[in-house]
């Protein structure tokens, strides 16, 4: 029976080394190989206001009736981009989960954000995340060239891309290989975002 749960257990292993490790806890770190551009910085929107998913009656064109950032949400999302400004980290391009919070997280932190739907959250319909993931998967494979790739999105799409599970505002660091592979480069906390 145990060698049997080994051999099934494989794959997931294997997928889980895949996409982690080889991070870094040094802010600064990660600051440095941000500036030196060709990263995708992959972040979960600012903290909302209280709740699990969006309520009843949830409508992606109407922020009204989906779940928000809150006032420090959006402080976070500005001390993102202040520290980016500060820290000159160039960036190519921003795209964004077409959910509110996820686009004015990305537009408090970076002044702009394309919505691309393989970002959306799958939160309530998981049928949807083998495409989502893979999606995205491709696309933080190849490198960005110059400057840096913003993704704004999900706890749920991010975990599902990098076996990770980040706090609102956070960032995970991610090097493309090529060919579809990344290597998870670290992580930077909200607390870890002062300007200086």
């Keep these: ?56 009656g949830f409508r992606i064109d109407d922020c009204a009736t989906q779940r928000n950032l809150s006032e420090s949400g959006r402080e976070e999302a500005r001390r993102v981009g202040g520290a980016f400004r500060v820290r000159r980290v160039p960036i190519r391009r921003v795209l964004s989960s077409r959910w509110c919070r996820c686009l004015e997280t990305a537009r408090l932190a970076f002044g702009t954000a394309e919505s691309w739907p393989p970002l959306d959250s799958f939160f309530g319909d998981r049928s949807r995340e083998p495409e989502q993931t893979k999606a995205v998967h491709q696309l933080v494979g190849e490198r960005p060239g110059t400057g840096n790739l913003i993704l704004v999105t999900h706890q749920v799409n991010i975990r599902a891309l990098t076996g990770l599970f980040p706090a609102p505002g956070e960032m995970i660091i991610l090097t493309p290989q090529g060919n579809g592979a990344f290597r998870v480069a670290g992580r930077l906390a909200p607390a870890a975002l002062s300007a200086n």
């Design 1 to 56: 029976m145990a060698r049997w749960w080994k051999i099934s257990a494989l794959p997931t292993l294997l997928l889980l080394a895949f996409a982690s490790p080889a991070t870094t806890d040094q802010p600064e770190a990660l600051w440095g190989l941000l500036r030196g551009g060709g990263q995708v910085v992959v972040m979960r929107h600012a903290t909302t206001d209280p709740g699990v998913g969006d309520p009843p």
